[in-house]
Structure formats: C-alpha cells, structure tokens
C-alpha cells in the first residue's frame, strides 16, 4: 500500500492549494473528495445548458502586480485563467428599498472615493479617511501583502471593533454608512459581530480590482488539479473521509466510507472543523478542545434562485447586485419570517458563447439552518445519493423563490417576463454538497467580543494533523489562499514559502 507524504481531505480551494504547495516541494500527495466535481465552492452546476457558479462569483486582487494575481501566478493559475474584469466604476451596486439611486462601489482607491463623492460630496474627506484605515488594516497583515514579516497582531484594534461601528464613526451621512457596509454579505457581516478587519481585507481585495471567471470558477480547480498530478500528487474522487486510525499519539491512515484505508505520514483536513473531530475517535482529542471547536458558531446559511433567463432578453451585467430592504444593512442574518429576504445579493455570470447577454443569474438571501431542519435526515447529491426530500420541501422551496423574485421585480421591473426557468438551493443543499455541518456560507463566526476564540491555528492537537481552509483566517479564495501558505509553513517547518511564491520557477 502506498504511504503518502500528506493526505489531504477536501479538494475545495484550501486543500488544492495545500497540495500543490507541497508536491511543489517535493511530498508525494494524496487528495480525497467524497464528491464526483473536485473544488468545493469552486464548483459549478449546469441548468438549462447554462452555467451557475456554487460559491465563487468574483474575485479580487487579480490585476497584475496585486496579492491575488502573485499568488494564483504561482499556482499557475494567472496564464490560464478565463477572467472578465467586472465594471471599473461599480463591480457592486448597492442599492435599497424605496430608494431609486444605486451607490456604486468601484474599482480603484481613488475611483472609489470620487465615484461615491459625486453622490456625497460632503463625505469626500472621510471618503478618504475611510480608505486610509482599510489599507491600514489590510498592511497589518503581512500574508496579504505577499511579506514574511512576522507580527503580532493579537492586540490590533482592529480586532477589537466591529465592522458598523467603525464604518458609522467615519461617515456622518448615514445612507453613505450603510452603503459602504452594503455588500456585507460577502462576510455576513452582523452588527454585534464582525470584527473591522473582517471587513477591510474583503472590500479591500475587491477595491483593488473585481473579477469574474468567464464560464465559471471551476476552471480554477481544474487547472490546479492538473499542475498538481504534473507534479506527481493524485486527487481521488468519491473518496469520503469517515474514521482516522492511529498508530499511538499519532495518526496512521484515513478510512473512506467505502472501507478503503490511505496511509500518511501527515494529514491535512480542509473541511469544517467539527467534522474533522467527529473522525477522531476515543480521547486522542481532550474534550475541552472538542467542546470549545464545537461550540463556535458558524456563520448563516444561504437560500439561492438560480434563474435561467430567455435568449437574449436581458444585456450582459458586468457587476453584482446588492438590494437590502430593511431599514440597517447590518440585520439580514436576523430576519423574522416576515422581513425575509432582507438583503439580495444577485450574481450573474459571463458566457464565452454569450457574452452580450446575461444566460442566467443567481439570487442569494441568507437562510438560517433551522428552517430546514424538518428535512435535515434527508440527503441529496447528484448522481450518487439522490433522496426526493418530499413535497413539503418542494412546496416550502417554491415560496421562498416566489418572495425573492417579487423583490427582484420590484428592484429590477420586467424581470419575472425573462425567466425562462428556475432551481433553488437551500441550506441543506449546501451541506450535503459541501459537507459543513450546517451550510454555513463562510465557517466560522468572526466576533469582535473575543477575537482569540474564533482564531483557529493550523496545528492541531495531534501532533501530525493539520487544518486548512476557510475556518482558519479569513473566508473567500483569497483568504482561503493565504490560508494554505500557512498550513503548509507549519507541514514543511517553516521554509520560506513567500519567497518562493513571489518568484515562482
Ligand atoms: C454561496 C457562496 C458564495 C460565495 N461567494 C464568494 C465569492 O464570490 N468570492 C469568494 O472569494 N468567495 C466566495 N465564497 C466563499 C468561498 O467560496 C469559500 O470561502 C472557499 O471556497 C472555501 O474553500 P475551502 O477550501 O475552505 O472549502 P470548501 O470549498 O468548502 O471545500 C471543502 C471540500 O471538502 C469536501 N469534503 C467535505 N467533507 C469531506 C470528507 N469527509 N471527505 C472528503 N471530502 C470532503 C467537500 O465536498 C468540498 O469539496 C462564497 C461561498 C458561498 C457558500
């Protein structure tokens, strides 16, 4: 039987990065994913022969000289990637109920500031000032800016502050407060919650320069998985992790569902933390570890329409839609039957066979688990374990599409004339595809009130396993990225990974 160097456990864009890392330095690596489609998020689904994104639908950083364009330039990514630069003057629109302006975030510092100062005026020098404290941040944090230097950052005030108060101390406008914390869904972000940083390194990346994939993000695991088998790793398909086996303190092999066993020397989990728990089994993991990962809240799940639209009836969108109806941008987690969907994020995505016109577009409004909860013993995922849910969930499925689109109609009019069809995806389609406990958007809940506790380390307290993945810094690809540079420091002992990164061969 073969002993890889590292197992690798999720092939979403942490674990891939982990393993090119490595096989880059020389480790024989092994992934496994329990799915048929390699990427995690990354992945795509085909409706109607059009294209929807699961959970990438644009990226930051990518122009040359960028921290996103580095890094994916050393995964090999930058030279083979299908991008379409989003709108420089407003990747996002930002937009509210009874309200006809739409507030344009947009691409550049100094664009930002004058594209939003045409609308506020009044606001130019906090404008300003605003931008000075999200790059503040976003230099405290070396990874991000592709720099080796060590800090210690467990003190920063940034830490220490949520996201809406920083965002309302700087403007005095309040329209202008909630629409820089507009398109807070891209963190989930809550009022009592999100810590500014949270906030600073999202939009940051984003302000820098928005991307989107043309044909979607799959791309980015297909590319990387085929520089990883370049160099010498594998990926295996329906290859779900179950139990780890331990060879005294330390682990031995991974047992799949299927009763196959992977031998390692190291392992490296990139799915959601308690998960990873559940397959240690006896004492190898103190109780008050397990208790305190598991205790850790997760951030909300999401509800999404992915509408299919009629041939040629709505032009190309080259930006992304935020549409918030309550009256603080900062509540949509906390909804009541009643105000659901507070906020809507829509998504549309670039055809290369298409692209004058919009082929489909996803609505994203968040759902919280429980409302799925009286389905949650079924499970469904194509084309191995397909389980009708019932009617009851069909029905419940079809109202909530039914309220997002009437929201829809009323931002965008004429929209409900050009659906040709439309699917649904609900928190529970998210868990089974993803494999998180609870179809949680982004893992772990940032919060402010303790910073320390939701800051999860790659070391584990098995001494040769380690954790990757959206639970440890930050979420999204471009923290998921850094993420993996860390991860595999910690493997590799600290060889110096930036360097290498910022000169690939
Ligand atoms: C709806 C939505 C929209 C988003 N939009 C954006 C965006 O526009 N831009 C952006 O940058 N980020 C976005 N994100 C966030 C981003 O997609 C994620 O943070 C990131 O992709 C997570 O990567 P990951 O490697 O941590 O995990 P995942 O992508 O979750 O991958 C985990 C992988 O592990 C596999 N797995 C789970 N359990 C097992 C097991 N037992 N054995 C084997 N395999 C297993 C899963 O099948 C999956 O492939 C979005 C997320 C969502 C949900």
């Given at each position: 039987?073969?002993?890889?160097?590292?197992v690798?456990?999720?092939?979403?864009?942490?674990?891939?990065?982990?393993?090119?890392?490595?096989?880059?330095?020389?480790?024989?690596?092994?992934?496994?994913?329990?799915?048929?489609?390699?990427?995690?998020?990354?992945?795509?689904y085909?409706?109607?022969?059009?294209?929807?994104?699961?959970?990438?639908?644009y990226?930051?950083g990518l122009?040359?000289?960028q921290?996103?364009?580095?890094?994916?330039?050393y995964?090999?990514?930058?030279?083979?990637?299908?991008?379409q630069?989003?709108?420089?003057?407003?990747y996002?629109?930002?937009s509210?109920?009874?309200?006809?302006?739409?507030?344009?975030?947009?691409?550049?510092?100094?664009?930002?500031?004058?594209?939003?100062?045409?609308?506020f005026p009044?606001?130019?020098?906090?404008?300003?000032?605003?931008?000075?404290?999200?790059?503040?941040?976003?230099?405290?944090?070396?990874?991000y800016?592709?720099?080796?230097e060590?800090?210690?950052?467990?003190?920063?005030?940034?830490l220490?502050?949520?996201?809406?108060?920083?965002?309302?101390?700087?403007?005095?406008?309040?329209?202008?407060?909630?629409?820089?914390?507009?398109?807070?869904?891209?963190?989930?972000?809550?009022?009592d919650?999100?810590?500014?940083?949270?906030?600073?390194?999202v939009?940051d990346s984003?302000?820098?320069?928005?991307?989107?994939?043309?044909?979607?993000?799959?791309q980015?695991?297909?590319?990387?998985?085929?520089?990883?088998?370049k160099?010498?790793?594998?990926?295996?398909?329906?290859?779900?992790?179950?139990?780890?086996?331990?060879n005294?303190?330390?682990?031995e092999?991974?047992?799949?569902?299927n009763?196959?066993?992977?031998?390692?020397?190291t392992?490296?989990?990139?799915i959601?933390?308690?998960?990873?728990l559940?397959?240690?089994e006896?004492?190898?993991?103190r109780?008050?570890?397990r208790?305190?990962?598991?205790?850790l809240?997760?951030?909300?799940s999401s509800?999404?329409?992915?509408?299919?639209v009629?041939?040629?009836s709505?032009?190309?969108y080259?930006?992304?839609?935020?549409?918030?109806m309550?009256?603080?941008?900062?509540?949509?987690?906390?909804?009541?039957?009643k105000?659901?969907?507070?906020t809507?994020?829509?998504f549309t995505?670039?055809?290369?066979?298409?692209?004058?016109?919009t082929?489909?577009?996803?609505?994203?409004a968040?759902?919280?688990?429980?409302?799925?909860a009286k389905?949650?013993?079924?499970?469904?995922?194509?084309?191995?374990?397909?389980?009708y849910?019932?009617e009851?969930?069909?029905?419940?499925?079809?109202?909530?599409a039914?309220k997002?689109?009437?929201?829809?109609?009323?931002?965008?009019?004429?929209?409900?004339?050009?659906?040709?069809s439309?699917t649904?995806a609900?928190?529970?389609?998210y868990r089974?595809?993803?494999?998180?406990?609870?179809?949680?958007?982004?893992?772990?809940i940032?919060?402010?009130?303790?910073?320390?506790k939701?800051?999860?380390?790659?070391r584990?307290?098995?001494s040769?396993?380690?954790?990757?993945?959206?639970?440890?810094?930050?979420?999204?690809?471009?923290?998921?990225?850094v993420?993996s540079?860390?991860?595999?420091?910690d493997v590799?002992g600290?060889p110096?990974l930036?360097?290498?990164?910022?000169?690939?061969?």
């Amino acid at each position: 039987m073969i002993k890889y160097d590292t197992v690798i456990i999720g092939s979403g864009m942490g674990g891939l990065c982990c393993a090119y890392i490595l096989a880059k330095e020389g480790k024989r690596v092994c992934v496994l994913e329990k799915n048929r489609q390699i990427g995690g998020s990354l992945q795509i689904y085909s409706r109607d022969k059009t294209i929807f994104e699961t959970g990438v639908h644009y990226l930051g950083g990518l122009d040359e000289g960028q921290n996103l364009n580095a890094y994916f330039n050393y995964f090999g990514l930058m030279k083979e990637l299908k991008l379409q630069k989003l709108d420089q003057n407003g990747y996002d629109l930002i937009s509210f109920k009874d309200d006809k302006q739409v507030y344009p975030h947009a691409q550049g510092y100094e664009n930002f500031i004058d594209q939003l100062a045409q609308i506020f005026p009044n606001e130019r020098a906090n404008l300003k000032l605003y931008i000075e404290k999200i790059k503040e941040v976003c230099d405290s944090f070396p990874l991000y800016n592709l720099s080796a230097e060590k800090k210690d950052i467990t003190a920063a005030w940034h830490l220490q502050i949520d996201s809406k108060s920083v965002i309302n101390s700087i403007f005095k406008d309040p329209k202008l407060q909630q629409v820089i914390g507009g398109s807070n869904m891209l963190y989930a972000g809550l009022e009592d919650k999100t810590p500014f940083y949270v906030h600073a390194l999202v939009v940051d990346s984003y302000i820098q320069s928005s991307y989107r994939c043309i044909d979607g993000s799959s791309q980015i695991a297909k590319i990387l998985s085929t520089n990883i088998k370049k160099l010498g790793g594998e990926i295996l398909n329906y290859s779900e992790a179950k139990t780890f086996y331990f060879n005294g303190s330390e682990i031995e092999s991974v047992e799949l569902t299927n009763g196959e066993r992977i031998e390692g020397n190291t392992f490296i989990s990139g799915i959601d933390i308690s998960k990873t728990l559940d397959m240690v089994e006896g004492s190898h993991i103190r109780t008050a570890y397990r208790n305190r990962i598991n205790s850790l809240e997760n951030s909300v799940s999401s509800f999404l329409v992915n509408v299919v639209v009629k041939p040629e009836s709505m032009p190309h969108y080259n930006h992304n839609i935020y549409h918030c109806m309550a009256p603080d941008i900062w509540t949509g987690g906390n909804y009541t039957e009643k105000t659901w969907p507070e906020t809507i994020g829509l998504f549309t995505t670039t055809s290369s066979k298409n692209p004058d016109f919009t082929e489909n577009f996803t609505a994203l409004a968040y759902m919280r688990y429980e409302e799925c909860a009286k389905w949650e013993n079924t499970k469904s995922i194509i084309p191995n374990n397909i389980n009708y849910r019932g009617e009851d969930y069909e029905a419940f499925k079809i109202e909530k599409a039914e309220k997002i689109l009437d929201v829809l109609e009323m931002r965008l009019p004429g929209t409900r004339s050009k659906i040709k069809s439309y699917t649904t995806a609900s928190p529970i389609t998210y868990r089974d595809y993803i494999g998180s406990r609870d179809g949680s958007l982004y893992g772990i809940i940032k919060d402010y009130t303790d910073p320390l506790k939701s800051f999860i380390t790659p070391r584990t307290k098995i001494s040769n396993l380690f954790l990757t993945g959206q639970n440890l810094n930050l979420h999204g690809i471009m923290g998921v990225t850094v993420s993996s540079v860390v991860t595999c420091s910690d493997v590799l002992g600290n060889p110096n990974l930036i360097e290498k990164i910022k000169n690939p061969s």
